[in-house]
Nanobody, 122 residues
Framework: QMQLAEAGGGLVQAGGSLRLSCAASGRTFRFYDMGWFRQAPGKEREFVAGMRSGGSIYYLNSVKGRFTISRDNRKITVYLQMNSLKPEDTAVYYC????????????????WGQGTQVTVSS
């Protein structure tokens, strides 16, 4: 019912910026909660940012003030603007969606993209 495709990852130096995008399918997109997760090698997948269909936004504490999540319902796309990037931000970033539920863990989401690699060099 929902397909997600991330883009915008790449290699950037510490202090730089990247904007990730997640193109979604589904005629009921505006009713879905959207989220961004990341997973570094050998680490568990962790929540980064989320936006509920009602507009509320939540961030991982370590990215507050640096990352911004937004959505464009007309373009059916979710974005993650990442500024002041740090080497510890290096990970594969995943877009996720759900049409109901609560919580901010990976198992709370129903649909996932394939991920996009973000590498921050020092």
């Amino acid at each position: 019912q929902m397909q997600l495709a991330e883009a915008g990852g790449g290699l950037v130096q510490a202090g730089g910026s990247l904007r990730l995008s997640c193109a979604a399918s589904g005629r009921t997109f505006r009713f879905y909660d959207m989220g961004w997760f990341r997973q570094a090698p050998g680490k568990e997948r962790e929540f980064v940012a989320g936006m509920r269909s009602g507009g509320s936004i939540y961030y991982l504490n370590s990215v507050k003030g640096r990352f911004t999540i937004s959505r464009d319902n007309r373009k059916i796309t979710v974005y993650l603007q990442m500024n002041s990037l740090k080497p510890e931000d290096t990970a594969v970033y995943y877009c996720a969606a759900r049409n109901s539920g609560s919580g901010w863990e990976s198992h709370d989401y129903d649909y996932w993209g394939q991920g996009t690699q973000v590498t921050v060099s020092s």
